[in-house]
């Protein structure tokens, strides 16, 4: 149990990570091509 909770532990944060930078870069780039249309 000792092995798998740190597992469970370890993996939590970079699940967590994956999904943010899933999120944030599809608008960071959305951002920058707006950005440019603009000027």
Same mark, same amino acid.
């Given at each position: 149990? *000792?092995? $798998?909770?740190?597992? !469970?532990? $370890? #993996? @939590?944060?970079? &699940? $967590? #990570? *994956?999904?943010? $930078?899933? @999120? !944030? !870069?599809? &608008?960071v780039l959305a *951002?920058? !091509?707006?950005?440019?249309r603009q000027i």
């Amino acid at each position: 149990m *000792a092995g $798998l909770s740190g597992q !469970i532990s $370890l #993996t @939590v944060p970079v &699940l $967590l #990570t *994956a999904q943010v $930078l899933w @999120v !944030i !870069i599809p &608008l960071v780039l959305a *951002a920058g !091509i707006f950005r440019k249309r603009q000027i």
